[in-house]
């Protein structure tokens, strides 16, 4: 078997037959050659494996499986792979040119951390930058951030870039959970090694998309209710949350809901579901009352008017 590459990419996918080609191309221009391709598709019916087929790349690796859920396909492209690190990319996000090369650099030179992370910058469906392709976030937490993880999400995977071996003591993707399943990963790795902030341009631009799986089960009740399943998962697990004094954790826990029942009234006020926007917003105020952008957004859900300004920042 010839040497195993430095890093496998490894990319889930499911009905993104538009958009996978630019995802694998993005992977292609690479400034480091030294990585391995792995997409796994999900049961796709919309042609997403023969776009992925399509594009001569002796590093590329196709794997069909039937439909089992985005973690399951993590999972399986994880168990393929052959790279001392991993980096996980949506199949409709795209990594920028120098990703794996300051990630891969930057993690080699801190071999305490599991993990590396950088900056994002967003798209709309159509792939144009939004923002003018700058991140449109605050400070980013290093190093011990598992009470900044535990309190609320603030990273996608594709910004990451992890040590293989941290991903498997973790036990990798829980394969029952619909939503947020990256984030009670990234809790698992952080309670037990520093992950730490690449600062700098962007390493990913992140599309955003109203037919993800985040938007389509991610809204109202049901929504809710999975982000719930996760979160109490995380609480739940002594190898996570044992080491914090019990006010401590209910503090943290108090943070992280209103943070859940903030995104899932953001997800409604989208939608102009004024009512269910209310009741969440509300909820997210009770456990966290000095949360500035939430007030705001509640007044607009009461009013039952969105300005066009606030409009497109929320899409």
Same mark, same amino acid.
């Given at each position: 078997?010839?040497?195993?590459?430095?890093?496998? %990419?490894?990319?889930?996918?499911?009905?993104?037959?538009?958009?996978?080609?630019?995802?694998?191309?993005?992977?292609?221009?690479?400034?480091?050659?030294?990585?391995?391709?792995? %997409?796994?598709?999900?049961?796709?019916?919309?042609?997403?494996?023969?776009?992925?087929?399509?594009?001569?790349?002796?590093?590329?690796?196709?794997?069909?499986?039937?439909?089992?859920?985005?973690?399951?396909?993590?999972?399986?492209?994880?168990?393929?792979?052959?790279?001392?690190? /991993?980096?996980?990319?949506?199949?409709?996000?795209?990594?920028?040119?120098?990703?794996?090369?300051?990630?891969?650099?930057?993690?080699?030179?801190?071999?305490?951390?599991?993990?590396? @992370?950088?900056?994002?910058?967003?798209?709309?469906?159509?792939?144009?930058?939004?923002?003018?392709?700058?991140?449109? /976030?605050?400070?980013?937490?290093?190093?011990?951030?598992?009470?900044?993880?535990?309190?609320?999400?603030?990273?996608?995977?594709?910004?990451?870039?992890?040590?293989?071996?941290? /991903?498997?003591?973790?036990?990798?993707?829980?394969?029952?959970?619909?939503?947020?399943?990256?984030?009670?990963?990234?809790?698992?790795?952080?309670?037990?090694?520093?992950?730490? @902030?690449?600062?700098?341009?962007?390493?990913?631009? @992140?599309?955003?998309?109203?037919?993800?799986?985040?938007?389509?089960?991610?809204?109202?009740?049901?929504?809710?209710?999975?982000?719930?399943?996760?979160?109490?998962?995380? @609480?739940?697990?002594?190898? %996570?949350?044992?080491?914090?004094?019990?006010?401590?954790?209910?503090?943290?826990?108090?943070?992280?809901?209103?943070?859940?029942?903030?995104?899932?009234?953001?997800?409604?006020?989208?939608?102009?579901?004024?009512?269910?926007?209310?009741?969440?917003?509300?909820?997210?105020?009770?456990?966290?009352?000095?949360?500035?952008?939430?007030?705001?957004?509640?007044? /607009?859900?009461?009013?039952?008017?969105?300005?066009?300004?606030?409009?497109?920042?929320?899409?």
């Amino acid at each position: 078997m010839s040497r195993p590459p430095r890093i496998s %990419v490894i990319v889930p996918a499911f009905n993104t037959a538009a958009y996978i080609g630019e995802a694998i191309e993005s992977v292609r221009r690479q400034t480091v050659s030294d990585w391995e391709l792995i %997409v796994v598709d999900d049961g796709s019916t919309d042609g997403t494996a023969e776009a992925a087929e399509r594009i001569a790349e002796p590093r590329l690796r196709l794997i069909r499986q039937a439909n089992a859920g985005v973690s399951a396909a993590r999972n399986r492209g994880a168990a393929e792979a052959r790279g001392e690190f /991993f980096l996980f990319l949506d199949s409709d996000d795209r990594l920028r040119p120098d990703a794996l090369e300051r990630l891969g650099a930057f993690l080699a030179a801190h071999p305490d951390a599991d993990m590396a @992370y950088g900056e994002l910058a967003t798209t709309g469906e159509d792939g144009r930058l939004r923002h003018g392709g700058r991140p449109v /976030f605050g400070p980013r937490p290093s190093g011990r951030i598992l009470s900044t993880m535990l309190a609320g999400g603030f990273m996608v995977l594709g910004m990451a870039l992890m040590r293989a071996e941290a /991903f498997r003591r973790s036990g990798g993707f829980d394969e029952s959970l619909r939503l947020i399943e990256d984030w009670e990963l990234l809790c698992r790795v952080a309670a037990r090694s520093e992950i730490l @902030y690449l600062p700098g341009p962007p390493v990913l631009e @992140y599309r955003l998309r109203s037919s993800s799986a985040t938007h389509l089960l991610g809204c109202g009740d049901a929504g809710f209710a999975e982000r719930m399943r996760a979160t109490d998962r995380a @609480y739940g697990n002594p190898a %996570v949350t044992g080491g914090f004094p019990s006010g401590e954790l209910a503090r943290l826990r108090r943070r992280r809901n209103a943070d859940v029942s903030a995104r899932v009234g953001t997800l409604a006020l989208r939608r102009r579901d004024w009512a269910t926007a209310r009741r969440f917003f509300w909820r997210c105020l009770r456990n966290v009352p000095a949360r500035p952008r939430e007030i705001i957004l509640l007044m /607009f859900a009461l009013l039952r008017w969105l300005p066009p300004a606030v409009e497109r920042r929320l899409k």
